[in-house]
DNA sequence: TGAGTATATGTCGGATGTGACATACGTGGC
DNA sequence: GCCACGTATGTCACATCCGACATATACTCA
């Protein structure tokens, strides 16, 4: 998180227990950081399973090489929205999903 | 979809069947759709349940009660990151999370 | 060796999403 | 009536994400 964000965050008038509230958002950070890792391994699966390379991929994506290999590689500046997008292009089916998620808990 | 999207769409040489694919594409985008419901659903049940106010969230969340709302609405300017973002920020086990996305299909 | 293929990484202009704000609508006390 | 509260909707400047492109690395096969 970022050190501006946090003082924001300080600045905000707060009701409950800051500290409490606080490690909550970081939580719930971290979870959503553990999905989308779990959702890009299951995008990397579905695309090699079916035989697809990343360009291949791109091209059902709609989208370039160079941003399939930036799904894959976690790289921050993709949006759960493009991982989920890929995932259903590669044609991950429901247990792929579920696979995914099981390797979160 | 954008007509000029579309445009491009075809314009992009197809390898396989272009209207299968077309229409894979159009079932992908339908099933993000889907998703997204499922969890602005998710979000306000869990909010509800938590007895809290969409400003209420909109702190916990760092954003604002407009936000939420149209979150809520399912407006189309909302991210699948912020909605999951709102989920977790509700409250919501990571079960529930889980659950909305295991309807994908 | 060199060509072909797959993947990774950096950059950039333009598209899209964001928080914040104003404001409107409804409901429930008082 | 008025006020407080919760929610909805529109707008806008700013931040973030996007596709596209260039380029680098690695591996394979002839």
Known sequence: MKP????????????TGSTAEF???????????ELKLALVAAVRATRQKRGLSQTDLAQRLRSSQSRVAKIEAGDASVSLDLIVRAL??????RKDVEKAFVAIE
């Open 4 to 15: 501006t964000k946090m003082k924001r965050l300080r600045a905000a008038g707060w009701k």
């Open 88 to 93: 259903l292009a590669a044609g991950a089916s």
């Open 23 to 33: 490690l909550g958002l970081s939580e719930a950070e971290a979870a959503l950081v």
